[in-house]
Antibody, heavy 120, light 108 residues
Framework: EVQLLESGGGLVQPGGSLRLSCAAS????????MSWVRQAPGKGLEWVSI????????YSADSVKGRFTISRDNSKNTLYLQMNSLRAEDTAVYFC?????????????WGQGTLVTVSS | DIQMTQSPSSLSASVGDRVTITCRAS??????LAWYQQKPGKVPKLLIY???TLQSGVPSRFRGSGSGTDFTLTISSLQPEDVATYYC??????????FGGGTKVEIK
């Protein structure tokens, strides 16, 4: 059974940093692209970043480009999101999501999410 | 950037009704479209990919169609357990894996 467990969320001041982690199990982690998707309170889904299975190709939404960095450690089956220069509008639940087939860029398994709150 | 516009933003229908949700891309995306269902308080669930391919385990009352810029998700006979918000997502390019704004489906 696929399991994705996010951690690292919390309350941070504007301009601060956080590092989210997503521990994966139940599948061959190194074979799948992984993504972060966020959802602000009461709002819709917003794609944040994706990293291909090999780790060399990464892409991010314009709203986080230059501030957020996605990475992965295939030896630890873990996905990361380093978030710097956080803003109030980054407040959201952050989900990690697994690609359905490998590197096809849509997602069949989601973690339960970790809440990031940016506030002074 | 390609924008994904869903309509309506919400709808209310009776059990057994046929429900149709539309997703429109501002430029053509071929068949690179997925649909997700998110029930209240739950994580998103993949329903359909490649515009019309049903994900394993999804009831056959869900159907996707379309290509290019216009796509639809149809629920042939609405059930109480279908109360949820539905999202489309384009995946033609990793540069922007955009979601639509969502359609909230309620029971009348």
């Amino acid at each position: 059974e696929v399991q994705l467990l996010e951690s690292g969320g919390g309350l941070v001041q504007p301009g601060g940093s956080l590092r989210l982690s997503c521990a994966a199990s139940g599948f061959t982690f190194k074979s799948y692209a992984m993504s972060w998707v966020r959802q602000a309170p009461g709002k819709g889904l917003e794609w944040v970043s994706i990293i291909y299975s090999g780790g060399s190709n990464t892409y991010s939404a314009d709203s986080v480009k230059g501030r957020f960095t996605i990475s992965r450690d295939n030896s630890k089956n873990t996905l990361y999101l380093q978030m710097n220069s956080l803003r109030a509008e980054d407040t959201a639940v952050y989900f990690c999501a697994k690609d359905r087939f490998g590197d096809l860029l849509f997602f069949d398994s989601w973690g339960q999410g970790t809440l990031v709150t940016v506030s002074s | 950037d390609i924008q994904m516009t869903q309509s309506p933003s919400s709808l209310s229908a009776s059990v057994g009704d046929r429900v149709t949700i539309t997703c429109r891309a501002s430029q053509g995306i071929g068949y690179y479209l997925a649909w997700y269902q998110q029930k209240p308080g739950k994580v998103p669930k993949l329903l359909i990919y490649a515009a019309s391919t049903l994900q394993s385990g999804v009831p056959s009352r869900f159907r996707g169609s379309g290509s290019g810029t216009d796509f639809t998700l149809t629920i042939s006979s609405l059930q109480p357990e279908d109360v949820a918000t539905y999202y489309c997502q384009k995946y033609d390019s990793a540069l922007a894996l955009t979601f639509g704004g969502g359609t909230k489906v309620e029971i009348k």
